[in-house]
Structures are given as structure tokens and as C-alpha cells.
């Protein structure tokens, strides 16, 4: 069993950043591909990015490409988004998933088999 803790959510304004941070226990953290994904009122809970096992390879959504960066930090059990530039649509509760590692892709979000409780991001002015 894996237990996952998010925290860093909050109000933002439109251009603002916002770091999340996302705390596993239960597994070996490096055998474990690490997800955040986001569900906004009356939508799918989707990708936004994901990161293997290794850190060797990430995935973005294509609308959070070149403002938002997933990173994972071994030794401390934990994965972050930093998330910059941040617009009103990425307003939705993100979460943080994790599943052992496996082939194929790393944004299926059927793949994943543990997640946290969701944190909620709220950008506006």
C-alpha cells in the first residue's frame, strides 16, 4: 500500500506560481512512476504531468507545456509541479498518483492504482 499526502495548493492570481508537493510512503519511492493529475468542476480528471521511476522520463499535457515542471526527489520520498504562469483554466483539485513501475504510457490514469486526497489550485483575481 502506498500512502500519498499532497499540500501547496491555494488561491493565485492570473501569472502567478504555485509549488505542489507530494509526500509517499509505504513502497520503495524510485520503484514507483509518480502522476498529478487535475478535475475541474463537471470534467475528467486528466494528465497534467508525469515523471518514471528513474526521473528519466517525463510527460506533460500539451496546454501546461513550458510553464509547469514535475520533479521528484528520491531521497526525500517526493514528487513536485512547479507551476508557473498559471491561467484561470488550469483551476481545477489536483492529484497526486502513483503506481509501480510498468511499460507503456505514463499518463493513463487507469494505470495508476494509489492517490492522494487532492489539493485544490484557484487562479483568479
Not at 513501475?101 to 493513463?108: H, Y
Request: aromatic share 10%; with cysteine; glycine share 12%.
Amino acid at each position: 500500500q502506498v500512502h500519498l499526502v499532497e499540500s501547496g495548493g491555494g488561491l493565485v492570481q492570473p501569472g502567478g506560481s504555485l509549488r505542489l508537493s507530494c509526500a509517499a510512503s509505504g513502497r520503495t519511492f524510485s520503484n514507483l512512476d509518480m502522476g498529478w493529475f487535475r478535475q475541474a468542476p463537471g470534467k475528467e480528471r486528466r494528465i497534467v504531468a508525469a515523471v518514471s521511476g528513474s526521473g528519466d522520463n517525463t510527460l506533460y499535457l500539451d496546454s501546461v507545456k513550458g510553464r509547469f515542471t514535475i520533479s521528484r526527489d528520491n531521497a526525500k520520498n517526493t514528487v513536485y509541479l512547479q507551476m508557473n504562469s498559471l491561467k484561470p483554466e488550469d483551476t481545477a483539485v489536483y492529484y497526486c498518483a502513483a503506481r509501480v513501475i510498468r511499460g507503456g504510457t505514463l499518463g493513463s490514469r487507469y494505470s495508476y492504482d494509489y492517490w492522494g486526497q487532492g489539493t485544490q489550485v484557484t487562479v483568479s483575481s
